[in-house]
């Protein structure tokens, strides 16, 4: 089955800096991936998603890329907030059929005022 | 917008007795999973449902059950509780299987004592 693989799995940042995100995984026949952000007893809540027909997708301070060669996938938050602390999950499944949603173990992301 | 119900937000059991989580997904949607997240831990698949059949297994144990019913709504089944088995139950649903956007609800906290 799919194995996600997450790093680091704390990373600290100052406010206004760039944080980056990684995550590899290892079907390659996974061809959604979404990012997931949780804030603590919070429900996961998805903020992007990419699909392997294109490379890279960006929605504001959030961009999300892809390598399908390499089977690894990054999250790029630029121009951190304090608000952005939370913990962070990349996920991976088929587009199709009915496998579900595999996570990685997480990235607690803290964002220094 | 309409989220995804969970009930109830909190469920204390003592060790051996059952447990009922009830989930009820966004209107119109398809596909509700089941996932269970430990403190600190990645959300763990259990099983999920496709058009109220069972569609996919994950780490469920054998003394869980689930099931969705004929208005989409889906229950947990936990009988013989342990310690161990205190997470947070969170219930997604999504408009169809594989690639599609999971929506998670606020989640169950059990506590087994």
């Given at each position: 089955g799919?194995n996600?693989?997450?790093?680091?799995?704390?990373?600290?940042?100052?406010?206004?800096?760039?944080?980056?995100?990684?995550?590899?995984?290892?079907d390659s026949?996974s061809n959604?991936?979404?990012?997931?952000?949780?804030e603590?007893?919070?429900?996961?809540?998805?903020?992007?998603?990419?699909?392997s027909n294109?490379g890279?997708?960006?929605?504001?301070?959030?961009?999300?890329?892809?390598?399908k060669?390499?089977?690894?996938?990054?999250?790029h938050?630029t121009?951190?907030?304090?608000?952005?602390?939370?913990?962070?999950?990349?996920?991976?499944?088929?587009d199709?059929?009915?496998?579900p949603?595999?996570f990685?173990?997480?990235?607690?992301?803290?964002v220094?005022? | 917008?309409?989220?995804?119900?969970?009930?109830?937000?909190?469920?204390?059991?003592?060790?051996?007795?059952?447990?009922?989580?009830?989930?009820y997904?966004?209107?119109?949607?398809?596909?509700?999973y089941?996932?269970?997240?430990?403190?600190?831990q990645?959300p763990?698949?259990?099983?999920?449902?496709?058009?109220k059949?069972q569609?996919?297994?994950?780490?469920?144990?054998?003394?869980?059950?689930?099931?969705?019913?004929?208005?989409?709504?889906?229950?947990l089944?936990?009988?013989s509780?342990?310690?161990?088995?205190?997470?947070?139950?969170?219930?997604?649903?999504?408009?169809?299987?594989?690639?599609?956007?999971?929506?998670?609800?606020?989640g169950?906290?059990?506590?087994?004592t």
């Amino acid at each position: 089955g799919e194995n996600v693989e997450q790093h680091p799995s704390t990373l600290s940042v100052q406010e206004g800096d760039s944080a980056v995100i990684k995550c590899t995984y290892s079907d390659s026949a996974s061809n959604y991936f979404p990012w997931y952000k949780q804030e603590l007893g919070k429900r996961p809540q998805l903020i992007i998603d990419i699909r392997s027909n294109v490379g890279e997708k960006k929605d504001q301070r959030i961009a999300v890329t892809l390598n399908k060669t390499a089977k690894h996938f990054s999250l790029h938050i630029t121009e951190t907030q304090p608000e952005d602390s939370a913990v962070y999950f990349c996920a991976a499944s088929m587009d199709s059929g009915n496998t579900p949603l595999v996570f990685g173990k997480g990235t607690r992301l803290s964002v220094i005022a | 917008a309409a989220g995804v119900i969970q009930s109830p937000r909190h469920l204390i059991k003592e060790k051996r007795e059952t447990a009922t989580l009830k989930c009820y997904p966004i209107p119109r949607h398809d596909t509700v999973y089941w996932y269970q997240q430990g403190p600190g831990q990645d959300p763990q698949f259990l099983i999920s449902f496709y058009e109220k059949m069972q569609s996919d297994k994950g780490s469920i144990p054998d003394r869980f059950s689930a099931q969705q019913f004929s208005d989409y709504h889906s229950e947990l089944n936990m009988s013989s509780l342990e310690l161990g088995d205190s997470a947070l139950y969170f219930c997604a649903s999504s408009l169809g299987r594989g690639g599609s956007p999971l929506h998670f609800g606020n989640g169950t906290r059990l506590t087994v004592t």
